[in-house]
Each structure stands twice: as structure tokens, then as C-alpha cells.
């Protein structure tokens, strides 16, 4: 009996320690240049073999928990090394991962963002990105807070081997094989939640995420037109007007989205591009408007104008908020909003104005602020 007391004792402990190695070692090394990099020979900089990687990718695809099992990628059998001249960039930092097994090394985004930055696409760094992506989906940590550019995928192209599109195609595939019930907008899946928004989660949200979800001000070059940019690839009015009413129909379930997901509306290409918030008081947790933002939002036409100010009232959590007259959505969905974002003020009323909290304390700032803003609108 205790014989085999003690093989239970060792299989658990077995699949204990098992479990407790899963950590952020299974992202791939990189390897930072100390000089301009031949781009013909970028796959070098990532170590892993481009089979291995592709294999990593496709079995992501369908078992996304794998990123966290131990020798999901065995840097010790991996035996390639960084090119001359650059030096090696592990995922982890020995100082964190004494404490936090699932946090990526600052160094370790900051040249994926420096890579993406310089516009380089080469297939190995987009399936790369793709792995950190889906590192993030199962630590709970937001992947959009590291702001690594990438392009967008176009609508029609969603087999492409560009970050976006293998986004697009993982979150819709979990989406699905999870049986949940989904919107897509900007070539992003949007999951909606099967309860409405409590106190308890309330607690947790700050507006890290909301302030990505309001619009840059881009200018056309041939005419000098300035519009809300709501969709990231056509700027014409018709299509940012559809856009904006298949955003107030996935709100109107659930308005707490706005504060809790991304909709994808500063990826931007072939625009003269304003964003609204100065980088540095972001930083702070702080949302000061640039100067020049304030000066193209009195140039905007009616419409876009009373886009941006239910915006700037559903991020200040306001009473007063209403959906533009002309937004194209039924009686229904108005009814819908308006009782369910009356539920999240109630939600928020509750926190009694506790800075404590994160959204408290947050939404606080962002008010004073935003009243600059609303006097123009």
C-alpha cells in the first residue's frame, strides 16, 4: 500500500513540476544587431529552424496551451548561434523570472517593436510575433499594450502569413472551437462576454486599452479632407459610417467592450495621421491631447464630430451619452445600449468615486481632460 502511495506521490509531483515549468522560455531566441543587419539574412536572428517555427505555428493554430508546455520549444537542442555582430536576447531577464516565470523581457519587445518599426515583414518575424501573440492569450496579459506595429490584412486575404492575418485566423478558429458567440470588425475578432460587466471586474479595467479606441484624424493628401479614420484601410465617409454602426451594434450588448478590447482603429496606412494623445502622458496615465489634434477636430465635418464626442463621453463614462441620430441601427439596438450602458454606470457608481481603483482613478484624469475636447465638439 504505501508503494503505491508513493508512485502517486511521485506521478503528481511529476506533473506538478511538469506544469511549474511552464514559462516564457518557450518563445524563441533572438538576437540584436550591433550594426545594420543584411535583411536577406533577417532568419538568422531568430533561433529557431524555419521548419520548427512553421510546426510551432500550425499546431498553435489548434492547441494554443501548448505555448506553455514544458520543451514546447527545447532551447537546449537548439543549436544555432547569432550571426557576427549581434548578440543573443532570451525572452525572460534572470531578475524577473526568479518572481514571474510568464513575463517577457522588456529588451525582448522592445526589438520586436524595433524590427517592426524599420516595416520589415519577413515571414519567420511574423510567425514569431504570432507565437507572442498567443503567449499573451494564455497568461491573460493584453498583447496591444506592447504597440508593435503591424500591417493590416485585407479583407479577402486572411490566409496571408502577415501577424494580423494569423491573428485573425487563431482568434476567429478559438472563437469557434470554443463555441463563442463573435463579431468581426477591422479584421478583428471581437468575443462577446456570456455575463454583463460587475463590480469585481469593473475594479480591475483602467483606460489603457480605451484610449486605442479613439480615432486618429487623418488628412488626405490630393484635398486636404479631414475625417475620423474608423476603418483602417478606406477612409470614405460611407464606409467609416458602416463601420461606426457595426461598432454601436457589438456595444449594445455589452458597452464595457469599449474598455476591455481593442476595435483596430489606428492601424493606418496612406494618411497624414494625427493621434490624439501626447506618448508621454499616456506614460503617466494621464490622456493630454496633442495641440494639433485639438486644431484638426474643428475642421471636421458634423458627422465625424458627433462620432468623436459619443466616443469621448462613453470613455468618460458620462450620464449624458446618446447615439447620434443618423448612426443606421434599428430601435432595438438603441434600446439595448442605452439599458446596458445604464447598467455599467450603475456598476461604476458603486466603486462611490474610491480612487482606489484603477478605473476610478483613471476616468477621473481622463474627465478633466476630455472637457477641453467636448468644448470644440
Given at each position: 500500500m504505501?508503494?503505491?502511495?508513493?508512485?502517486?506521490?511521485?506521478v503528481?509531483?511529476?506533473?506538478?513540476s511538469?506544469?511549474?515549468?511552464?514559462?516564457v522560455?518557450?518563445l524563441?531566441?533572438i538576437?540584436s544587431?550591433?550594426?545594420?543587419?543584411?535583411?536577406?539574412?533577417?532568419?538568422?536572428?531568430?533561433?529557431?529552424?524555419r521548419?520548427?517555427l512553421?510546426?510551432?505555428?500550425?499546431?498553435?493554430?489548434?492547441?494554443?496551451?501548448l505555448?506553455?508546455?514544458?520543451?514546447f520549444?527545447?532551447?537546449e537542442?537548439?543549436?544555432l548561434?547569432?550571426p557576427?555582430g549581434?548578440?543573443k536576447i532570451k525572452?525572460f531577464?534572470?531578475?524577473?523570472y526568479?518572481?514571474?516565470k510568464?513575463?517577457?523581457?522588456r529588451?525582448y519587445?522592445k526589438?520586436?517593436?524595433s524590427?517592426s518599426?524599420?516595416?520589415?515583414?519577413?515571414?519567420?518575424?511574423?510567425?514569431?510575433k504570432?507565437l507572442?501573440?498567443?503567449?499573451?492569450?494564455q497568461?491573460?496579459?493584453?498583447?496591444?499594450k506592447?504597440y508593435?506595429e503591424n500591417n493590416?490584412?485585407?479583407?479577402?486575404q486572411?490566409?496571408?502569413?502577415?501577424?494580423?492575418?494569423?491573428?485573425?485566423?487563431?482568434?476567429?478558429?478559438q472563437?469557434q472551437?470554443?463555441?463563442?458567440?463573435?463579431?468581426?470588425?477591422?479584421?478583428r475578432?471581437?468575443e462577446?462576454?456570456?455575463?454583463k460587466?460587475n463590480?469585481?471586474?469593473?475594479?480591475?479595467?483602467?483606460?489603457?486599452i480605451a484610449h486605442?479606441?479613439?480615432?486618429?484624424?487623418?488628412?488626405?493628401?490630393?484635398?486636404?479632407?479631414?475625417?475620423?479614420?474608423?476603418?483602417?484601410v478606406?477612409g470614405v465617409?460611407?464606409?467609416?459610417n458602416?463601420?461606426f454602426?457595426?461598432?454601436?451594434?457589438i456595444?449594445?450588448?455589452?458597452p464595457?467592450l469599449?474598455?476591455?478590447?481593442?476595435?483596430?482603429?489606428?492601424?493606418?496606412?496612406?494618411?497624414?495621421?494625427?493621434?490624439?494623445?501626447?506618448?508621454?502622458?499616456?506614460?503617466?496615465?494621464?490622456?493630454?491631447?496633442?495641440?494639433l489634434y485639438?486644431?484638426?477636430?474643428?475642421?471636421?465635418?458634423p458627422?465625424?464630430?458627433?462620432?468623436l464626442?459619443f466616443?469621448i463621453?462613453?470613455?468618460?463614462?458620462?450620464?449624458?451619452?446618446?447615439?447620434?441620430?443618423?448612426?443606421?441601427?434599428?430601435?432595438?439596438?438603441?434600446?439595448?445600449?442605452?439599458?446596458?450602458?445604464?447598467?455599467?454606470?450603475?456598476?461604476?457608481?458603486?466603486?462611490k468615486n474610491?480612487e482606489?481603483?484603477?478605473?476610478?482613478?483613471?476616468?477621473?484624469?481622463?474627465r478633466?481632460?476630455?472637457k477641453i475636447?467636448?468644448?470644440?465638439?
Open positions: 504505501k508503494k503505491i502511495l508513493l508512485i502517486i506521490l511521485y503528481l509531483g511529476l506533473s506538478f511538469t506544469q511549474s515549468m511552464a514559462d522560455k518557450n524563441p531566441v538576437c544587431p550591433t550594426k545594420d543587419i543584411n535583411l536577406g539574412n533577417f532568419p538568422s536572428y531568430i533561433l529557431i529552424s521548419s520548427d512553421h510546426a510551432a505555428r500550425d499546431k498553435l493554430m489548434n492547441e494554443p496551451k505555448i506553455l508546455q514544458q520543451g520549444i527545447d532551447h537542442k537548439i543549436k548561434k547569432c557576427s549581434s548578440r525572452p531577464s534572470k531578475k524577473t526568479k518572481t514571474n510568464l513575463e517577457i523581457y529588451g519587445i526589438q520586436l517593436k524590427w518599426g524599420k516595416g520589415w515583414r519577413h515571414e519567420e518575424f511574423e510567425i514569431l504570432f507572442v501573440y498567443v503567449f499573451t492569450t497568461t491573460n496579459v493584453n498583447y496591444d506592447y508593435i493590416y490584412c485585407f479583407e479577402g486572411y490566409d496571408s502569413i502577415d501577424f494580423q492575418c494569423l491573428r485573425y485566423q487563431y482568434d476567429k478558429k472563437a472551437l470554443n463555441n463563442k458567440r463573435f463579431f468581426e470588425i477591422n479584421w475578432i471581437i462577446i462576454p456570456e455575463k460587466i463590480v469585481e471586474d469593473l475594479k480591475k479595467i483602467d483606460l489603457s486605442n479606441n479613439i480615432p486618429i484624424i487623418c488628412q488626405r493628401s490630393w484635398d486636404q479632407h479631414l475625417y475620423l479614420m474608423l476603418d483602417p478606406f465617409s460611407e464606409k467609416t458602416k463601420q454602426s457595426n461598432f454601436i451594434q456595444l449594445s450588448e455589452h464595457s469599449f474598455f476591455t478590447e481593442y476595435f483596430g482603429f489606428h492601424y493606418i496606412k496612406g494618411c497624414n495621421a494625427t493621434e490624439p494623445f501626447e506618448k508621454e502622458s499616456l506614460k503617466k496615465n494621464e490622456y493630454k491631447f496633442k495641440k485639438l486644431k484638426k477636430v474643428e475642421k471636421l465635418n458627422e465625424d464630430k458627433e462620432k464626442k466616443l463621453k462613453l470613455f468618460a463614462l458620462s450620464k449624458d451619452l446618446e447615439i447620434p441620430e443618423y448612426v443606421d441601427i434599428n430601435d432595438k439596438t438603441r434600446k439595448n445600449f442605452n439599458a446596458n450602458y445604464a447598467a455599467l454606470l450603475g456598476a461604476y457608481d458603486e466603486l474610491n482606489t481603483y484603477r478605473i476610478v482613478r483613471t476616468v477621473s484624469r481622463g478633466l481632460v476630455l475636447l467636448l468644448a470644440l465638439l
